[in-house]
């Protein structure tokens, strides 16, 4: 049973820092992407940075890329978000996500191309 857990979120003031974890476990088969999302109060659920699990390559989108970083630790089996800059409008509750299949359409971070979910962690910040 594929588990995914997230930790590391909190309250920051703007311009600040926060590090998110997501350690997952319980594969058959070796993630081939993982991503992070984030739903703010009212709106739809986003993706923000999405990582192919073997080769480290990543994609983020125009709101974020040069804030965000994802990473990953293949020892740990844990997945990163580095968020720096934190802007007013990151606030939201940020969930990580998985998919043991490659993605074929060039890059994108879309909510259907992902199976596990984890149950996410909340990032407020204050301006």
């Known amino acids: 049973q594929v588990q995914l857990v997230e930790s590391g979120g909190g309250s920051v003031q703007a311009g600040g820092s926060l590090r998110l974890s997501c350690a997952h476990s319980?594969?058959?088969?070796?993630?081939?992407?993982m991503a992070w999302f984030r739903q703010g109060p009212g709106k739809e659920r986003e993706g923000v940075a999405i990582i192919n699990w073997r080769y480290g390559t990543t994609y983020y989108p125009d709101s974020v890329k040069g804030r965000f970083t994802i990473t990953r630790d293949n020892d740990k089996s844990t997945l990163y978000l580095q968020m720096n800059s934190l802007k007013f409008e990151d606030s939201g509750k940020y969930y990580c996500a998985s998919r043991t299949e490659a993605l074929y359409g060039g890059w994108r971070i879309s909510e259907s191309d992902f199976t596990y979910w984890g149950q996410g962690t909340q990032v407020t910040v204050s301006s």
């Open positions: 319980g594969y058959t088969r070796t993630p081939y992407y």
